[in-house]
């Protein structure tokens, strides 16, 4: 593929013209922005409450989601939503995507494992992204990781070094970005488990806050 091709990889031309989560989401199941639809099942599009003063955005869809067809049901998807609820965040008070809507992997033996998207593949995926924010008009984005953060933050955004900070952002009024929950379950051991979540549900409890009292807890 020449760079100029490769380039041109984008989900723009798969928008359409009359804007709603659900005709974009209608519009996404047909997507061949890049080459991640002929690999998936399905195309993972955002769920969750349309009017959330919150969206969660993640990596890309795992196993789990693919076959469900919805982000988040997996065992990160379970380890969040532990952390929400011990930050007080209910889920039906969120919306939850991904970067990228189609699950990447690569087959080891009969299982599907999960496969970092390229940045030309987040990028080709990000008119998906940037439609949902503007339909739902949160209040503020979470990214969930680096993929998430880099595709919003811009691709040199440090997750290490930059995370809980609320940034000003002309997507939506602030964007924040933490640690992926599939780092926390990756902790090479219960003890750093532990604090790893300790340090997300912190992260997720400052969230709660702002979207509580519009104010943001130091
Ligand atoms: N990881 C993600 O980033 N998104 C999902 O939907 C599930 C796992």
Redesign the pocket.
């Given at each position: 593929m020449t760079k100029q091709k490769t380039a041109e990889l984008s989900a723009a031309q798969f928008i359409p013209e009359n804007k709603s989560l659900k005709s974009l989401k209608r519009a996404a199941e047909a997507c061949q922005g890049c080459d991640l639809y002929k690999f998936a099942i399905q195309t993972?599009f955002g769920a969750g409450n349309a009017h959330a003063k919150v969206v969660f955005v993640?990596?890309?869809?795992?196993d789990g989601?693919d076959k469900e067809g919805l982000?988040?049901v997996?065992p990160?998807?379970k380890l969040l939503d532990k952390a929400l609820e011990l930050a007080g965040i209910r889920k039906s008070e969120a919306y939850?995507t991904?970067a990228v809507k189609h699950f990447k992997f690569e087959w080891q033996g009969k299982r599907r494992l999960h496969k970092k998207p390229r940045p030309i593949e987040v990028h080709a995926c990000y008119p998906w992204l940037d439609e949902e924010i503007k339909e739902i008009k949160p209040d503020l984005v979470v990214c969930?990781?680096a993929t998430a953060a880099q595709a919003l933050l811009g691709n040199k955004f440090k997750v290490t070094q930059r995370r809980g900070e609320f940034i000003e952002s002309d997507g939506a009024p602030y964007m924040m970005a933490t640690v992926?929950p599939?780092s926390i379950l990756r902790a090479p051991d219960e003890e750093s488990r532990h604090e790893q979540m300790e340090a997300f549900v912190s992260d997720l409890k400052r969230v709660a806050s702002f979207i509580r009292t519009g104010k943001i807890a130091q």
């Amino acid at each position: 593929m020449t760079k100029q091709k490769t380039a041109e990889l984008s989900a723009a031309q798969f928008i359409p013209e009359n804007k709603s989560l659900k005709s974009l989401k209608r519009a996404a199941e047909a997507c061949q922005g890049c080459d991640l639809y002929k690999f998936a099942i399905q195309t993972v599009f955002g769920a969750g409450n349309a009017h959330a003063k919150v969206v969660f955005v993640g990596e890309q869809p795992g196993d789990g989601e693919d076959k469900e067809g919805l982000p988040f049901v997996g065992p990160a998807g379970k380890l969040l939503d532990k952390a929400l609820e011990l930050a007080g965040i209910r889920k039906s008070e969120a919306y939850f995507t991904n970067a990228v809507k189609h699950f990447k992997f690569e087959w080891q033996g009969k299982r599907r494992l999960h496969k970092k998207p390229r940045p030309i593949e987040v990028h080709a995926c990000y008119p998906w992204l940037d439609e949902e924010i503007k339909e739902i008009k949160p209040d503020l984005v979470v990214c969930l990781g680096a993929t998430a953060a880099q595709a919003l933050l811009g691709n040199k955004f440090k997750v290490t070094q930059r995370r809980g900070e609320f940034i000003e952002s002309d997507g939506a009024p602030y964007m924040m970005a933490t640690v992926h929950p599939s780092s926390i379950l990756r902790a090479p051991d219960e003890e750093s488990r532990h604090e790893q979540m300790e340090a997300f549900v912190s992260d997720l409890k400052r969230v709660a806050s702002f979207i509580r009292t519009g104010k943001i807890a130091q």
